[in-house]
Every structure is written in C-alpha cells, then in structure tokens.
C-alpha cells in the first residue's frame, strides 16, 4: 500500500471501507466509529506512547488502526468475531502499524489491569437488535446484553484514579458512580469520563 492510499484512509470513512472486504464494507455505518470521532476520542484518550487504549469489541479494528496511524498511544482491539479480528490484522500489516494488536476474544478473558484508557462504542448492541445485526453468530439475548454491560462497569470500577473512558452513542453503560464525566461533543454523542 503507497502513502498516497495510507493517507485516504487515515482521512476518509469511505476508503477505511474499501480497504476492507466486500462482505464487511456494509456495516460500516452503523457499527464502525466515524474517523471524524476517533480523531477526537484518540485526543482524548491520549496520544503518548505510554498510553495503552482499549477498544472493547473492535469489529474490524477501524478505531485502534485510525488510533494507532495517528498517535504513539498502543491499541489493542478485542473482538469476539475472528473473521473480523482476521480483517483487522491484515489492514494492520498492510499499513505496516507496530502500535497496534488485536486479540479474538471475550471481553471476559481480558485483563482491563494492562491498559490505561477504554474505548466504548455499544459494543453489546446486537444482543438487543431487532435489525442491523452483522451477521448471526450474536443472538437476541437481553440476559447476555446486560450481563456484559455489567461485566465491564464491574472491571471499570477497578481501574485506578485517572483512567480515561471514552463512550460513543453508549447511553446504557451507567459509570456514573465512579466516574466524571469531563467532556461532550458531537451533541452528546461522544462522552469523556475520567476515574475520579
């Protein structure tokens, strides 16, 4: 890939799409994070190289590789999908991004201690879906839905004083307890909370 095509998809949603297979390039418009957002997220979160991102179900790792092109920070993505944890390496080696790795997952196998900042966009989504879905390796399951959303509040609750959160059209994930919220934008739909 020549810097010419690296720089359309560090800067243009339609070309992250086309970098993409056919047969995931339809979902980007609802289930990946607009560049427009992660440029303003990844602000947020932290562009250091000591700042250790999180994206909690990165589909086709669109949010840690728009990250990882446009700061020193790590991102790991996490995705319960292989065939888009498969997408989201090859784009990774394509681009040639050391900042970046993605692991086929469940979110409860992950150990929230080794990173610093989350990245939250409804990752749970599907599990309430009348329509939209991926495909159909998720089943409606309104338990499974809010045993995860659960999960993770539990597992933010651990995380030290600082440790940044930013949601993404996420109203459900109640952190509100143990976290203040410091920012909005994109009318309400990008929320920073920081660990009090």
Known sequence: MNQKEKS??????????????KSVQGHSYIHWTPIEVIQTAVEWLGTKSENRILDIGSGVGK?????AMNSRAHFTGVETRKNLVDEA???????????????????????FKNFTSFYFYNPFCEHMAISGSIDDQIKFDEE???FYQDFVVDQLKKTPKGTK??????????????FDLKDMYFEGLLQLWVKR
């Open 144 to 146: 499974a839905y809010y």
């Open 8 to 21: 359309k998809i560090n800067q243009n949603d339609t070309a992250f799409d086309n970098a993409l297979k």
């Open 165 to 178: 959160l930013v949601m993404y059209c996420s109203p459900d994930l109640d952190i509100s307890i143990d």
């Open 63 to 67: 949010f840690c590789i728009i990250g």
């Open 89 to 111: 390496i090859v784009l990774k080696k394509e681009l040639k991004l050391s900042n970046v790795d993605f692991i086929h997952s469940d979110i409860k196998e992950i150990d």
